[in-house]
């Protein structure tokens, strides 16, 4: 018989406002506090800190307009932030500064979040939805060099980016980017060349989400509709329909894939957060906590195994934390 889900190890309350993205940095030696960092929909970027539940420090950049990603950068003290003032913000936290350094304009009014991939020491890549409703900007960070722009072939009508996902097989190949569409295509990019290796239909419906996993090169995506699509990348980077999962409701918000690849969770219109092993897509437990959708969903960097976290920040204001299959 299944065990019956948990419930979370604990709730974090005091956003104030609907929770739009999250991102964990706890992968610090000791004595490094674990952190959570939320972005709501007020403009604010909370630093939650894992050991006494409580906000550490609350930062303003984005003029009260939603946050709906943040990303640390190499250690907890460089934050990205992404709102919908259309603009990137850059922060310094060392030493508790809480400045924004520098921005990026955007100039785009959608909802897909920016892309950061580490290319070496100090220097970062990040893909955004560019001004021009089909096209994706791609730069070089710090120094905000605008490395090319990728731009879908006249006539191909994929629509607005709604997701992307910037990986490198490994520190010295050529990045890449997958994007999903409004169209309900995912798209695979070559960053160097600016030009499109792959075309996939997934969904009827625009792509909410999308994961992916280099090593298994094999991906999976989300829209409104009740399917997971899973995908893979071929030898010849062509990317083919690996297999389909019908889900019980409609509407995914969020993929992530734990970082060891074993498991996977979703973010639900339903309010629920599923979970699913990766290899087979087994379902393996519906979490069942909150009373809206649920915006996202983020698994911790924790070292050590038994530590890892799962947390989910949600439209009813709160973020749940789970402590699940951690010893796996």
Not at 194 to 222: N, R, T, W, Y
Not at 293 to 302: G, K, L
Request: charge should be neutral.
């Amino acid at each position: 018989m299944a065990l019956p889900p948990p419930d979370p190890q604990f709730v974090l309350r005091g956003t104030s406002a609907a929770v739009h993205t999250l991102h964990f940095s706890c992968g610090g030696p000791e004595p490094d506090i674990p952190l959570l960092f939320s972005g709501s929909e007020n403009g604010f970027i909370h630093v939650w800190n894992l050991k006494t539940h409580r906000v550490d420090t609350a930062l303003d950049g984005h003029g009260r307009k939603s946050v709906y990603c943040v990303q640390t950068m190499g250690g907890k003290d460089r934050l990205l932030s992404q709102g919908r003032d259309q603009r990137i913000c850059l922060w310094d936290l060392a030493e508790g500064r809480t400045s924004v350094t520098d921005s990026v304009f955007t100039e785009h009014v959608g909802f897909c979040r920016c892309s950061l991939l580490k290319v070496a020491q100090g220097r970062w890549l990040m893909a955004m939805a560019a001004r021009s409703l089909e096209e994706v900007q791609i730069l070089e960070l710090p120094s905000k060099t605008s490395v090319c722009t990728l731009k879908p072939e006249v006539g191909a009508k994929l629509g607005m980016p709604m997701c992307l996902k910037l990986w490198q097989l490994n520190c010295g190949s050529q990045p890449v980017l997958l994007a999903g569409y409004e169209d309900g295509s995912v798209v695979l990019w070559n960053v160097s060349m600016g030009k499109a290796l792959s075309q996939l239909i997934c969904h009827q419906e625009p792509v909410m989400s999308l994961d992916f996993d280099s090593e298994k090169a094999k991906g999976i995506s989300g829209s409104s509709e009740k399917v997971l699509s899973i995908w893979s990348l071929n030898e010849q980077q062509n990317l083919q329909v690996y297999k389909t999962h019908e889900l019980v409701n409609a509407g995914i918000s969020d993929i992530t894939i734990r970082p060891d690849k074993k498991i996977l969770a979703t973010a639900g219109w339903d309010h629920r957060i599923r979970i699913f092993g990766w290899k087979k897509l087994k379902p393996l437990a519906v979490l069942d906590y909150h009373t809206a959708t649920v915006h996202c969903v983020s698994f911790s960097d924790h070292s050590n195994p038994r530590e890892r976290l799962l947390a989910a920040g949600s439209k009813d204001q709160r973020i749940s934390v789970w402590s699940i299959y951690a010893q796996t």
